[in-house]
């Protein structure tokens, strides 16, 4: 745009802006990003992943190292995307702070912390804006990137269910807007890293808000498919978590909560955040992520559902000896017959709803096997043996 300023390194001017011009400036960012993905070349799309034809697999060029791409390394991509499919989606949008934080790649938190010496960590985010649940965070760039801010935007995707347990309790009000924060998460950041690296893993996990998505496999930064978020939504994410950010989500709530009128009322518009406002939320003082804590955080949860597996288990088996006791009702009148359907109905439904939570939990074995172990290998431990622990666990789970 002719009418925005641009630094000496071509980028925008981004420093000193209201929220209302650092969401137009960003908005014009995402527009010419998407002008320019566009033009992109040699991409992987998922048709090119089902149909692999030779032509098409020349046309892709070279891979690192200087030798083409070939029929399974394509194959090789189709498994890691459905890994990460299985991996985070789960049949609902985002993953919680825990789950980001335990799949994040090393580097990316360290970037995030600033303990890094290279000049790519970063220090300061401030929320600018909030329009229901979705809130708009200003990242100051690192002292090495020729940009001066990057935008990341969050979206709460537990708001609606949370918003109606708000009460006039203050106290309760503060552990529901801990829970959204902590809870599941969708997000998006206009870096290269996110665009590049982990924008397909977000959109093919359920986590990506959109627009924009991405199709194009990331053959060449990640094609393993590692990590989950870049420093600047790590960090983001890291300062929501301390209570000077979720007073100020938890006022939206509560405006949200009493206002008459449709949800999408476009009178509802978006709340830019005062600079008075943002000089408070910048005295957060929680803007260092605990891997090892939420490590801790996800080994519980693994724990957990392996225990409720192991009750569901011993649920069923009395369901069962019930069942038999009412193939007995033959012999019964017809007032004991028609009461003892009642039950039988009433069990078959909790029988139904247990073998529900049976097959999610089969479902989330892989996804807790994978997480554990990405988990322990983040601390430096080989994948041989952090499966082997994983495998411990389980057994001490079960015992």
Known sequence: MADIPRTSAGRYQ???????????VFDQIQTDQRKKRRRARSTITPFLLKNKSLD??????RRKGGMYFTKDDLKGFERNRNDARNTFQNGEAGITYAQLIS???????KR???????????????????????LIVQVKASQASHDQHHR?????????AL???????????QAIVRQLCAGRLSFDCDCGRHQYWYRYIATAGNYAVAPPKEYAYPKEKNPNLKGVACKHVIHSAT??????WQVRVLQTMLQVAKQVGYGDDRRNTTEHISDKEQKALNRNRKSQTNAAAMKREWDLYQRRQVALGKKLDDENGGIDDLRKQLTKSKSLTA???????AVQAKLQKERDKNALLKQQLADQFQIRKQAFIDALVMTGMNEKDAEAKFMQTVKGGRQ
């Open 112 to 134: 995030a912390n600033n303990k890094v010496d290279n000049g790519l960590g970063i220090t300061s985010a401030t929320p600018v804006s909030i329009k229901h649940n979705l």
């Open 103 to 109: 799949h994040s790649q090393q580097i990316d938190i």
């Open 163 to 173: 918003l109606d347990e708000l009460t006039n309790d203050k106290r309760k009000n």
């Open 56 to 61: 098409d697999i020349i046309k892709l060029g």
């Open 335 to 341: 007032a004991q017959r028609k009461k003892a359907e």
């Open 152 to 160: 990341v935007k969050i979206r709460f995707e537990q708001w609606d």
């Open 239 to 244: 300062r929501l978590q301390s209570p000077a």
């Open 14 to 24: 981004t420093e000193g802006l209201s929220p209302q011009d650092f969401n137009r």
